[in-house]
């Protein structure tokens, strides 16, 4: 598991993990919350990664599981 609370991405920016929800990391950039992005944590042998999602489908149930946990008030 992805046991760190700041994750340095392939694009060089810093993100806070904000939730995780299954397989799904949810990320904000340290420097600019307004960028949100959201990851799978696959395995591969002994070793943890993190991998983009696939498709639209995808990041379509994993946002519904982020605001099925955190509905908009």
Known sequence: MINNSV???EDGNTYAV????NSYIY???VKDPEDFCVRKQVTK????FLEGLD???EVDQAMKLFL?????E
């Open 7 to 9: 994750i340095t991405l």
């Open 18 to 21: 904000i939730e995780r929800i």
């Open 27 to 29: 990320l904000s950039n």
């Open 45 to 48: 042998g002994e070793e943890n």
């Open 55 to 57: 498709n639209k489908e």
């Open 68 to 72: 099925e946990k955190h509905p908009a």
